[in-house]
């Protein structure tokens, strides 16, 4: 059992590097079966369970061993070592600021390539502390900084406007942030990442001329934030993206345009597809009639206005039936008194 005790920290830092799918805790009762190759862990079919006790006594003893390498200066003669320490150290405390200076500082040395980095950080992101971390957000936008050629990568500039990262990159991106987002819900880093990825695609872009590429990708995006929206209807941080997304169109000359079958065709399986242009206010209009007691859908009906525009007769109506609309008139009075102005 000591042998085993040595390598905890090797073990899961290996098993991170075999890119689970998903990062589960399981409860500090949990015995895994000693025959299990992965004991104490479990890996099966590429999900990777953690029994609690395990996972901090891996934290603790990742912990102690950075802290020898640091005392002892011997953190470039092992560096394989260091870099598994501090994997496990974020894994658990995604806030360790001298763990993660220290792998920016590979990073910046060449001894970690950049790409293997966003792979790692990615896993780390599975789980819910991680994936709600704003640090470990701003680290992974300064290596997409540095991998993609920015002008500035200093640790105070955490935008990726002006930075050309490939539509594949931004793609996995995405898909990144919205994992974070199922993990965590209303996770605000998450859809901050994921509106800094799009300044970056603008800014990569002519105006005058977006690919064709381009035009789907977006397209794609605005009618999975529909979709997201209209399942999270408490997100109001995804509303402000989905208006952030439409402004973004706007201003490359992307029509608003999404694809839906035609339910006149009934339950039939070749259903037409039809093109519906897209509209923040209207969707907003109609998710607030549906659901008006979350106020966040009346912040999403203000900023659709702010980013739109609408007609001045459009009445939103609020059932006074219900004792729980009863404070929704002060949204509906501010609401009238902002579409008056």
Excluded at 34 to 62: D, M, S
Excluded at 77 to 99: D, W
Excluded at 326 to 332: Q, V
Aim: hydrophobic share 35%; glycine share 2%.
């Amino acid at each position: 059992m000591a042998a085993l005790s040595e390598t905890l920290y090797h073990q899961l830092y290996t098993l991170l590097q075999a890119k689970p799918e998903s990062i589960e805790i399981l409860p500090a009762e949990w015995k895994s079966s000693p025959t299990n190759p992965h004991h104490p862990f479990e890996f099966t079919e590429n999900h990777l369970g953690i029994p609690k006790r395990v996972y901090y006594t891996t934290y603790l003893q990742a912990v102690r061993r950075f802290e020898q390498l640091l005392e002892e200066a011997q953190a470039k003669e092992n560096r394989t070592e260091l870099i598994e320490v501090t994997c496990v150290v974020l894994l658990v405390n995604p806030a360790h600021s001298t763990c993660l200076n220290k792998r920016r500082a590979l990073v910046e040395e060449g001894l970690l390539a950049g790409k293997d980095e966003l792979t790692l950080i990615s896993s780390l992101q599975l789980l819910r502390e991680s994936s709600k971390s704003s640090i470990l957000w701003s680290y992974r936008r300064w290596i997409l900084r540095k991998l993609y050629g920015a002008a500035d990568i200093s640790h105070d500039a955490d935008s990726l406007d002006g930075v050309a990262i490939p539509l594949e990159s931004i793609s996995q991106e995405l898909a990144i942030a919205t994992t974070a987002s199922e993990v965590y819900p209303r996770n605000y880093h998450a859809w901050l990442h994921r509106y800094k990825c799009l300044d970056s695609l603008a800014s990569s872009f002519p105006s005058t001329a977006p690919s064709t590429l381009l035009s789907q990708v977006l397209r794609a995006e605005e009618f999975a934030i529909t979709k997201w929206v209209e399942m999270n209807v408490g997100d109001y941080s995804a509303m402000q993206y989905l208006c952030h997304l439409y402004t973004t169109m706007e201003k490359l000359g992307i029509q608003h345009i999404q694809m839906h079958a035609d339910e006149d065709e009934g339950d039939r399986s070749d259903k037409k597809v039809v093109t519906v242009p897209f509209s923040p206010w209207e969707h907003a209009t109609e998710l607030v009639q549906r659901y008006p007691m979350h106020e966040s859908l009346w912040y999403y009906l203000r900023t659709s206005h702010a980013v739109q525009g609408s007609p001045t007769e459009i009445n939103v109506q609020i059932s006074r039936q219900e004792p729980y609309f009863a404070n929704l008139e002060r949204w509906k009075t501010s609401f009238e008194s902002l579409r008056g102005t």
